[in-house]
């Protein structure tokens, strides 16, 4: 034993998932089929399992589950040595990255998996998952929020579902894994989290859902789709533009409409469609415009990351041109500076 003792929430997802006639669905009583999966392995930490009433398919997750966790999390700090969260995949890094900002500081790892395959099916991926969770989340210098998969560990808030059926389903495009598993089932540290905080200051103020809207441009995109989004007076503007931030600025219109929307308080962050290298307005006049109409570049910022850190902004009744300065700053080691 590692004499370290977790807590294990289970939320649902595909882990713990059984054949119902529309198609796999979460089922309950996961604990006792871990606890006899897992009692033949050496050196992993004690647990208890938490199991929600109501199990989810993590692509019906809303902002009220990401605190519903955080908030869990935090009542149960003192009583454990670290969380392992067992979650759907589909929407498990927008959690991941929402509870970094929530518990940011949090002095003990809490480690968010799930798997690609049920618990008890042929070749399931699911107790591996969760006992590397269980060892990654017994190593204090670990501490913070991490998201392990595939005998990896990677830091919430810059890891990506990147593939819908590999068992290696995520990577941080932006940041090597923070630790392994290696061949004899031991734990290699790469990088222990930075602690960024010095004390654990939750906050755990309520999330607006649907006040974070998000733009993906393609060519030959109208101009009304982009009017239309607006018209739903969101407090957050996330544009998916191209390669360096790049954006269409032939296109008629388009400057006045960001331009106003931002002179009336709406924070509008620019993102590329690339998975690596960031953005870097101003490189070239088709992005620099963006720095003209009020938008905020979002660096390396994952999209989940940088949606969930606006609801999170928001969250803590800053005004926009507070949110727009901090949300340039690394809050939970979500973004190089
Ligand atoms: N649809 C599932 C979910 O996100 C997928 C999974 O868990 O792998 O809950």
């Known amino acids: 034993m590692s004499g370290m003792h977790l807590c294990i929430i289970y939320t649902g997802g595909t882990i713990g998932m059984g054949k119902t006639p529309a198609g796999f669905a979460p089922m309950p009583k996961l604990g006792d089929k871990l606890r006899e999966a897992l009692a ?28 519903m966790i ?7 700090r003192a009583e454990y040595d670290g969380f392992v969260v067992l979650h759907g995949t589909d929407t498990m890094a927008y959690t991941a990255s929402a509870l970094s900002f929530m518990l940011a500081g949090i002095a003990v790892p809490v480690v968010i998996t799930g798997s690609q395959i049920p618990f008890g099916e042929p070749e399931s991926d699911a107790t591996g998952n969760v006992r590397d969770a269980l060892r ?7 501490c913070g929020v991490g998201l392990a998969f595939a005998g990896k560990l990677y830091r919430g808030n810059r890891a990506r579902k990147v593939d819908s059926r590999a068992m290696a389903a995520f990577d941080s495009p ?13 734990v290699v540290v790469a990088i222990g989290e930075e602690r960024l905080a010095d004390a654990e200051a939750f906050e755990l103020a ?10 993906r441009f393609a060519p ?12 739903l007076k969101p407090h957050a503007l996330l544009l998916e533009a191209y390669g360096l931030g790049n954006a269409p600025d032939a296109m008629v219109g388009l400057e006045a409409l960001l331009t106003q929307a931002s002179a009336a308080g709406v924070v509008i962050a620019v993102l590329t469609q690339t998975d690596r290298g960031g953005v870097g307005l101003g490189e070239y006049a088709a992005g620099s415009w963006l720095l003209r109409a009020g938008a905020v570049p979002a660096g390396d910022l994952t999209f989940e990351a940088a949606f969930t850190k606006l609801h999170h902004l ?18 939970a080691g979500e973004m190089t500076v």
């Not at 955080?70 to 149960?76: E, F, P, Q, V």
């Not at 803590?316 to 690394?330: D, E, H, T, Y």
């Open 206 to 215: 309520d999330y607006e859902a649907g006040r974070v809207l998000s733009f």
């Open 220 to 231: 030959g995109m109208p101009l009304a789709a982009l009017d239309a989004l607006l018209a």
């Open 40 to 67: 033949g392995e050496v050196g992993l930490p004690t647990f208890e399992l938490v199991e929600y009433a109501r199990l989810i398919d993590s692509s019906n997750a809303t902002p009220a589950d990401w605190q």
């Open 314 to 331: 928001f969250a803590q009744g800053l005004a926009p041109q507070a949110v727009k300065a901090a949300f340039g700053r690394s809050l």
């Open 70 to 76: 955080a908030r869990d999390i935090a009542a149960r």
């Open 136 to 142: 990654f989340a017994a190593i204090p210098e670990l």
């Open 174 to 186: 932006e940041l090597p894994p923070l630790a392994h598993i290696d061949v004899a089932g031991d």
